[in-house]
Every structure is written in structure tokens, then in C-alpha cells.
């Protein structure tokens, strides 16, 4: 079944830019998109198809990617960003849906 | 502006089934044509179980196809899930979403135990 790993922890200063990575096999032919889960509520879409933002969602959040991986990029870190990150796929070839195992970022 | 609302009993025994229900507001059901399902077990990472488009096709997880299935009524602005023969590895909290491939609107959440 197709993976996607990302480090369990970053920690960043606030104003700082935090960089969270997200790795799978050939994840370049793939679409990535990343949710942001603050403690005790839902998932939210934060960039969706590597790059796009939704509505609502600050231009400091920025996705990326190069080869097979994928990088949520948040600039100008600030307290409220402190969260878990999901990256999120489709794979074609076993046609589901596969999450990242999340990513919690701290701002210290 | 749309919004989801899971709701069904957060207390099962093992082997009973789980029942779900999402309630979609402030918008059609068929406007958007996928909706989903996704769990998440206490302390862990989110999992996908599957998802029904607004024909009625249906795409399941395939470690829980045996167990799930997603249904749906246009006519109440509902989906549904339902788990069979439920086990405490089943115990976590259940969101609905909107989508597919990527899920931009989720429910706020449902914390279902299954315990003896």
C-alpha cells in the first residue's frame, strides 16, 4: 500500500518559517494537499493540489514540490499555527485515499 | 454557507454495528458530488474509510470495505456509514467531509468508543 512520511515534529520560533515535508514514491505524479488539525478540531484544507490556497487561508501558508516530496512552507510563523499537519494523496493504483501520519508543529 | 453535522450513538458494544449519520446545510447534496468519510483513532493520525458520489457509487477503503457501507438520502440532505461488527480498534472520532481527492469541508467531528 502506497506511503507517505513526514517527520513527526518541527519546532520553530515565531516569525520564523517552518517547513514540513511530506515523501512518497513517485509523488511527483500525484497531487498533494495538506490540512492543518489544531487540538480538538476538525481537519482544515490548507493548500490543496501542492500549491493552491483555499479561500481564507493566509498567503503565509505555501505548498511545494520537487521530485517526491512535497513541502508545506509557513512563513512568519505565529502562535495560532501551532497545529498537526496531514499531507493527503489519491493513489491511482490502489484507488484510496492516503494520509500522511501528521506532522505537529511547535512554536516556541 | 454549507455546513456538516455528524451525529449517532458514541457508546457501541463489540460487534454491533456503528451507524453514522451527516447532515449537510446550506446547500444541496448534489451540488458537490463526492462526500467522505475519515476517522481517527485517539492520538493518531487520520484514516480514510471511503466515500459515495451523489449517483449513489460508492469507494471503501479496501482494509474496512468488508465491514462499511456508505448510503445516501438527497431528499434529507444525509449520508451515511455504517461499520459492522465493530471492535475497540474502532473506537475514534468520525468526520464527515466534502470531496474526494482532497476534502475541503469537514463536520466538527463525532467521538464513537466501543467498549464491553
Known amino acids: 500500500s502506497y506511503v507517505l512520511t513526514q517527520p513527526p515534529s518541527v519546532s520553530v520560533a515565531p516569525g520564523r518559517t517552518a517547513s514540513i515535508t511530506c515523501g512518497g514514491t513517485n509523488l511527483g505524479a500525484k497531487s498533494v494537499h495538506w490540512y492543518q488539525q489544531k487540538a480538538g478540531q476538525a481537519p482544515l484544507l490548507v493548500i490543496y493540489y501542492d500549491r493552491d490556497r483555499p479561500s481564507g487561508i493566509p498567503e503565509r501558508f505555501s505548498g511545494s514540490k520537487s521530485g517526491n516530496t512535497a513541502t508545506l512552507i509557513i512563513n512568519r510563523v505565529e502562535a495560532g499555527d501551532e497545529a498537526d499537519y496531514y499531507c493527503?494523496?489519491?493513489?491511482?493504483?490502489?484507488?484510496?485515499?492516503?494520509f500522511g501520519g501528521g506532522t505537529k508543529l511547535t512554536v516556541l | 454557507q454549507v455546513q456538516l453535522r455528524e451525529s449517532g450513538p458514541g457508546l457501541l458494544k463489540p460487534s454491533e454495528t456503528l451507524s453514522l449519520t451527516c447532515t449537510v446545510s446550506?446547500?444541496?447534496?448534489?451540488?458537490?458530488?463526492?462526500w467522505s468519510w475519515v476517522r481517527q483513532p485517539p492520538g493518531k493520525g487520520l484514516e480514510w474509510i471511503g466515500y459515495i458520489y451523489y449517483s449513489g457509487s460508492t469507494n471503501y477503503s479496501p482494509s474496512l470495505r468488508s465491514r462499511v457501507t456508505i448510503s445516501m438520502d438527497t431528499f434529507k440532505r444525509q449520508f451515511s456509514l455504517s461499520l459492522a461488527s465493530v471492535t475497540a480498534a474502532d473506537t475514534g472520532v468520525y468526520y464527515c467531509?466534502?470531496?474526494?481527492?482532497?476534502?475541503?469541508?469537514w463536520g466538527r467531528g463525532t467521538l464513537v468508543a466501543v467498549s464491553s
Open positions: 467531509a466534502r470531496g474526494s481527492r482532497d476534502l475541503d469541508l
Open positions: 446550506g446547500g444541496s447534496i448534489s451540488t458537490y458530488s463526492y
Open positions: 493527503q494523496v489519491w493513489d491511482n493504483t490502489s484507488d484510496r485515499l492516503v
